[in-house]
């Protein structure tokens, strides 16, 4: 089973709304990324974890707020967004946080700020 | 700095005929690549990855990709398009930090 599951599908906020975004993924992997991805683009990485501690962040600002509770699941913490954040919002895992390893991607949250 | 070039942002092919999608990657160390599928309204789905083991790596759905070092290539072919083909497709390259580095990828159209 190579499935990594997020929540909720679609989104729609205010630009003074709270929200979270949830992947779950239950293979065992120990590195957990989010991802944005915008309408025929690739995907720009925004956070890593690894062994449920932030590796990377890809100066992303700081209305964005990830955290990663346990090795299954990674939040995604959304506060005073922009329309210009509006896109669609991949979250993957992988074995470990090393080049050899295949990142499992989840089917993604669409997001529209208004 | 490691980096991927997808040339062609969109490729048309008719049903049945050879899918050939480039991939040309720069690397200062041996690169572990892959190649991705997005479906409309989808995340992305690994379709295969080259990790030295062998050039010629077969992937999901009949395609295949060779890793050619001397033309630092990873092309992805498939013998004979199917309309369940047309998609976007993604090669990838993983850093040290295990960042996968995407180019911008390749639209593919199947026609009837």
């Known amino acids: 089973d190579t499935e990594v599951t997020q929540t909720p599908k679609h989104l729609v906020m205010g630009m003074t709304n709270k929200k979270s975004l949830k992947c779950e993924q239950h293979?065992?992997?120990?590195?957990m990324y989010w991802y944005k991805q915008k309408a025929k683009k690739p995907p720009e990485l925004m956070f890593v974890?690894?062994?449920?501690?932030?590796?990377i962040n890809e100066s992303v600002p700081s209305r964005f707020s990830p955290e990663c509770p346990n090795s299954s699941l990674l939040n995604l913490h959304l506060h005073a967004l922009q329309p210009e954040d509006s896109a669609l919002y991949l979250c993957?895992?992988?074995?470990?946080?090393?080049?050899?390893?295949?990142?499992?991607f989840g089917p993604g949250t669409r997001l529209l700020v208004l | 700095a490691q980096s991927v070039t997808q040339l062609g942002s969109h490729v048309s092919v008719s049903e049945g005929a050879l899918v050939l999608l480039r991939c040309n990657y720069s690397?200062?160390?041996?690169?572990?690549l892959f190649w991705y599928v997005q479906y409309p309204n989808q995340g992305l789905q690994l379709l295969l990855k080259?990790?030295?083991?062998?050039?010629l790596v077969k992937g999901i759905n009949g395609f295949e990709a060779e890793f050619k070092k001397s033309e630092t290539s990873f092309h992805l072919t498939k013998p004979s398009a199917h309309m369940s083909d047309a998609a976007e497709y993604f090669c990838?390259?993983?850093?040290?930090?295990?960042?996968?580095?995407f180019g911008q990828g390749t639209e593919l159209s199947v026609k009837p």
């Open positions: 993957a895992s992988s074995r470990q946080r090393s080049r050899q390893e295949t990142q499992y």
């Open positions: 293979m065992g992997h120990r590195a």
């Open positions: 974890y690894s062994y449920e501690k932030l590796s």
């Open positions: 690397s200062s160390v041996p690169p572990y």
């Open positions: 080259y990790t030295s083991a062998a050039t």
């Open positions: 990838a390259v993983n850093n040290q930090g295990g960042k996968l580095i």
